[in-house]
């Protein structure tokens, strides 16, 4: 069974007796930055002087300096700027900067696990890692349910890694709501996959084939968007509430026979048989090899593959059909490319 964390396990007086530099504020930036103050911690934010988010970070009433002087006041460093973007910044403006005893905190395995960033000897390194995005885990904070957070150990050279880590994770609303143990290896290799085969580059790919298919039998792109899309969220909703079962449970018994039926035609042995082949990409570092190649080169690839999923025709329906609805249209928060964090 897994090893699972509530506030009762964590002591949030470590974390109040340290300087927390948080490096990046982000999406994760702010939450932890925001959510670390609110819990009467000593936080100071790194960013690069002419950052955008240095004057948002100010206006929320913290202390902002430029990332070497945030990192040489850390007693916890945590590194929240882009995965693609620590190995630089950990060279050029963490390491030469950290005090000796310093533990450096992630919110995410990439850099370790893959070997991008070698943290030397003496300093722990622990990972906080929320499961949501920051603006969900600062939203539920304020709302004072936290959210789940899983952490980690990959080095302790205190001997207080763990108990700085569970305290870390209370400052943060984590272990209100349950935190649970894993490995830099683990967490690593299983947020990469969850994301590319299931949340994020399955579901979007389910939905584009289910749009296109309805499109391309001649019904009204509106139609397909309310089937295959905007109902999505009542049903992930239902599954997150009570699992599989309670979404079966909810929809018809039409809807139910029609998913026993018709779901593994979909979703059949070939699907599992590529979900196996885009694991071991990740295992063996296939996918952070290419990834980190084409970030270093420009990104082209990268952008090029945005800009035409951008492209995709339900992109327009949707913004169009939200347009429409009777409540406040969310799209404006993303559509320029920088979000209003
Ligand atoms: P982000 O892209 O939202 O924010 C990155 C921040 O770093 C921004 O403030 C940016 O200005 C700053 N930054 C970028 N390059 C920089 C540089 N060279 N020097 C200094 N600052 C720089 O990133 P994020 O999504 O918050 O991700 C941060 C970490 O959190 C990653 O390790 C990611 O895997 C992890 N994580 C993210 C989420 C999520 O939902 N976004 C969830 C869990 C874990
Ligand atoms: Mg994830």
């Not at 590529?274 to 990409?281: I, N």
């Given at each position: 069974?897994?090893?699972?964390?509530?506030?009762?396990?964590?002591?949030?007086?470590?974390?109040?007796?340290?300087?927390?530099?948080?490096?990046?504020?982000?999406?994760?930036?702010?939450?932890?930055?925001?959510?670390?103050?609110?819990?009467?911690?000593?936080?100071?934010?790194?960013?690069?002087?002419?950052?955008?988010?240095?004057?948002?970070?100010?206006?929320?009433?913290?202390?902002?300096?430029?990332?070497?002087?945030?990192?040489?006041?850390?007693?916890?460093?945590?590194?929240?700027?882009?995965?693609?973007?620590?190995?630089?910044?950990?060279?050029?403006?963490?390491?030469?900067?950290?005090?000796?005893?310093?533990?450096?905190?992630?919110?995410?395995?990439?850099?370790?696990?893959?070997?991008?960033?070698?943290?030397?000897?003496?300093?722990?390194?622990?990972?906080?890692?929320?499961?949501?995005?920051?603006?969900?885990?600062?939203?539920?904070?304020?709302?004072?349910?936290?959210?789940?957070?899983?952490?980690?150990?990959?080095?302790?050279?205190?001997?207080?890694?763990?108990?700085?880590?569970?305290?870390?994770?209370?400052?943060?609303?984590?272990?209100?709501?349950?935190?649970?143990?894993?490995?830099?290896?683990?967490?690593?290799?299983?947020?990469?996959?969850?994301?590319?085969?299931?949340?994020?580059?399955?579901?979007?790919?389910?939905?584009?084939?289910?749009?296109?298919?309805?499109?391309?039998?001649?019904?009204?792109?509106?139609?397909?968007?309310?089937?295959?899309?905007?109902?999505?969220?009542?049903?992930?909703?239902?599954?997150?509430?009570?699992?599989?079962?309670?979404?079966?449970?909810?929809?018809?018994?039409?809807?139910?026979?029609?998913?026993?039926?018709?779901?593994?035609?979909?979703?059949?042995?070939?699907?599992?048989?590529?979900?196996?082949?885009?694991?071991?990409?990740?295992?063996?570092?296939?996918?952070?090899?290419?990834?980190?190649?084409?970030?270093?080169?420009?990104?082209?690839?990268?952008?090029?593959?945005?800009?035409?999923?951008?492209?995709?025709?339900?992109?327009?329906?949707?913004?169009?059909?939200?347009?429409?609805?009777?409540?406040?249209?969310?799209?404006?928060?993303?559509?320029?490319?920088?979000?209003?964090r």
């Amino acid at each position: 069974m897994a090893e699972i964390y509530y506030d009762n396990d964590a002591d949030l007086s470590l974390i109040r007796s340290k300087k927390v530099a948080i490096i990046g504020y982000g999406s994760q930036g702010h939450a932890h930055a925001l959510n670390l103050k609110d819990s009467g911690v000593d936080v100071v934010v790194g960013l690069r002087p002419g950052s955008s988010s240095w004057a948002k970070a100010e206006e929320a009433g913290l202390e902002v300096k430029d990332v070497p002087e945030a990192v040489a006041e850390g007693d916890v460093v945590m590194i929240l700027v882009p995965d693609q973007a620590q190995r630089s910044v950990y060279a050029e403006r963490i390491a030469p900067f950290l005090k000796p005893d310093a533990a450096l905190f992630f919110a995410h395995g990439f850099n370790i696990r893959f070997g991008y960033i070698d943290p030397g000897e003496g300093h722990d390194v622990c990972m906080v890692a929320p499961k949501g995005p920051g603006h969900k885990v600062r939203e539920a904070f304020l709302q004072g349910v936290g959210t789940p957070d899983v952490v980690a150990v990959e080095v302790d050279a205190s001997g207080e890694a763990w108990p700085l880590t569970l305290s870390y994770a209370k400052a943060l609303g984590g272990t209100k709501a349950g935190v649970i143990k894993t490995t830099f290896t683990e967490e690593t290799e299983t947020d990469l996959f969850g994301e590319q085969a299931v949340l994020c580059g399955g579901v979007s790919h389910l939905i584009q084939a289910g749009f296109e298919t309805l499109v391309e039998a001649g019904y009204q792109p509106e139609i397909a968007y309310f089937e295959v899309c905007h109902e999505l969220k009542q049903i992930v909703d239902l599954i997150n509430e009570g699992g599989i079962t309670k979404q079966r449970w909810s929809c018809s018994d039409t809807a139910e026979y029609g998913d026993y039926v018709s779901g593994p035609r979909v979703i059949g042995p070939q699907v599992k048989s590529a979900m196996k082949d885009v694991l071991s990409d990740i295992q063996d570092g296939t996918f952070a090899t290419r990834f980190i190649a084409d970030q270093d080169s420009g990104a082209l690839e990268f952008k090029a593959l945005r800009a035409e999923e951008e492209q995709h025709p339900i992109e327009k329906t949707g913004h169009f059909l939200r347009s429409k609805f009777g409540w406040t249209q969310q799209d404006d928060d993303y559509v320029d490319g920088s979000a209003a964090r």
